[in-house]
């Protein structure tokens, strides 16, 4: 049961262009989309979200876009430190109460010096 | 900034041992999780836990595993007979209200079943 996809396992970006990271979703009825970003023995570290009455969030660096017709979006990271460096973690949810998220598989970023 | 705690951060335990991990939530949130990532794959829901009782729970949740908060600042969850196959990084989150708000998680238990 794969309702929130990450179809690429890796990523490696050169310092200072820019990231895309991607997820795809299959339930219609998610309504609120979240980024995490995972370094080795940590855990899970909020970045940015979005709720489905938008289309494109930014908070400094990262902005995410959501196209609710494709059931994509997509997390920018302009421009990509060394320090970006890390696993992130696409989520879903629906609902208003106590939701749980389901995260995707996770795209391993490098960001090359 | 405040954050969420776990505690221990790695836990070796034989099969069919209980065992209890323990998260202190931040302090002012009233919405609770556990989730569960095994080695090389997806983070899963667990349970989630409001006003003193549990909100809603995945079918990995049966009745070996449950939840308590005993007092007003720790959130345990309790394996009752561990089995192998519930090694994995148990993680802890909370959040402040109902809605559309982010969950913050804490850096997570490694419970490895022997």
């Known amino acids: 049961d794969q309702q929130v996809k990450q179809n690429s396992p890796s990523l490696s970006v050169q310092e200072g262009r820019i990231s895309i990271l991607n997820c795809d979703y299959t339930n219609s009825m998610f309504d609120y989309f979240l980024w995490y970003k995972k370094y080795p023995a940590e855990g899970p570290t909020f970045l940015i979200s979005i709720s489905s009455i938008k289309d494109k969030n930014e908070d400094g660096r990262f902005t995410v876009f959501l196209n609710k017709s494709a059931k994509h979006l997509s997390l920018h990271i302009v421009p990509s430190q060394p320090g970006d460096s890390a696993v992130y973690f696409c989520?879903?949810?629906?609902?208003?109460?106590?939701?749980?998220?389901?995260f995707g598989p996770g795209t391993r970023l490098s960001v090359l010096p | 900034e405040p954050e969420v705690t776990q505690t221990p951060s790695h836990q070796v335990t034989q099969m069919g041992q209980e065992v209890i991990l323990r998260c202190v939530p931040i302090?002012?949130?009233?919405?609770f999780y556990w989730y569960r990532q095994i080695l090389g794959q997806k983070v899963e829901f667990l349970v989630s836990?409001?006003?003193?009782?549990?909100?809603?729970k995945s079918e990995i949740f049966d009745d070996q595993f449950s939840v308590e908060r005993p007092d007003g600042s720790n959130f345990t969850l309790k394996i009752r007979s561990t089995k192998l196959e519930d090694s994995a990084m148990y993680f802890c989150?909370?959040?402040?209200?109902?809605?559309?708000?982010?969950?913050?998680f804490g850096d997570g238990t490694r419970l490895s079943i022997l």
């Open positions: 989520a879903a949810s629906y609902g208003n109460y106590g939701q749980n998220f389901v």
């Open positions: 836990f409001y006003n003193n009782e549990i909100s809603e």
């Open positions: 302090s002012n949130h009233l919405y």
């Open positions: 989150a909370s959040q402040d209200r109902a809605g559309n708000q982010p969950q913050h």
